[in-house]
């Protein structure tokens, strides 16, 4: 299983001039075996406990053993396959570095050095549930229990009046 798809690393190839066919194509096999253990080493410090069970999708047998790569570490596999794939076309016609593909590899580059020194951190959809527990409406603001005071003094509203957007001097 890799990183990402090959439909991810489609988002950053022109359609018109390349392209992955499919997971079984070898272009997209080598560029993910070439990737992949890249972005394994350069993330392993970090995530320790999870490097090795991302995968691009869950298989439905045993799911538990496995979790999904998070979307930035898509991202930044998915920038990589393109950029290999993409250096090994061009090298074939020109001995000079297809600057589309260097780009690329800067970008997947500059993501990995974003969540090495804590600029970037990695949030996905699990993670949000968690931090959601114990929340109530009332933890969401503006909501029903913010009214208009007298301070407001909001031509239009009176005081006690729902008051359903934020001012900037406001804090929690």
Do not use: C
């Given at each position: 299983?890799?990183?990402?798809?090959?439909?991810?690393?489609?988002?950053?190839?022109?359609?018109?001039?390349?392209?992955?066919?499919?997971?079984?194509?070898?272009?997209?096999?080598?560029?993910?075996?070439?990737?992949?253990?890249?972005?394994?080493?350069?993330?392993?410090?970090?995530?320790?406990?999870?490097?090795?069970?991302?995968?691009?999708?869950?298989?439905?047998?045993?799911?538990?053993?496995?979790?999904?790569?998070?979307?930035?570490?898509?991202?930044?596999?998915?920038?990589?396959?393109?950029?290999?794939?993409?250096?090994?076309?061009?090298s074939?016609?020109?001995?000079?570095?297809?600057s589309?593909?260097?780009?690329?590899?800067q970008?997947?580059?500059?993501?990995?050095?974003?969540?090495?020194?804590?600029?970037?951190?990695?949030?996905?959809?699990?993670?949000?549930?968690?931090?959601?527990?114990?929340?109530?409406?009332?933890?969401?603001?503006?909501?029903?229990?913010?009214?208009?005071?007298?301070?407001?003094?909001?031509?239009?509203?009176?005081?006690?009046?729902?008051?359903?957007?934020?001012?900037?001097?406001?804090?929690?």
């Amino acid at each position: 299983m890799t990183l990402a798809s090959f439909d991810e690393g489609n988002e950053h190839l022109d359609g018109t001039k390349l392209r992955f066919t499919d997971a079984n194509d070898q272009n997209f096999k080598d560029a993910a075996a070439e990737a992949d253990p890249l972005v394994k080493a350069a993330l392993y410090d970090l995530y320790p406990d999870h490097v090795n069970l991302w995968i691009d999708e869950l298989p439905v047998p045993n799911p538990n053993l496995l979790e999904l790569t998070p979307a930035l570490v898509r991202q930044i596999a998915s920038l990589l396959y393109a950029a290999y794939f993409y250096a090994k076309k061009y090298s074939e016609e020109t001995l000079d570095e297809n600057s589309y593909a260097a780009k690329l590899e800067q970008r997947a580059s500059a993501i990995i050095l974003g969540l090495t020194d804590g600029t970037y951190q990695l949030f996905d959809a699990l993670d949000y549930q968690s931090l959601l527990q114990g929340l109530q409406a009332a933890d969401f603001w503006p909501n029903d229990s913010t009214v208009v005071t007298d301070e407001d003094n909001i031509p239009g509203l009176n005081t006690g009046d729902p008051l359903r957007f934020f001012k900037m001097s406001q804090t929690w």
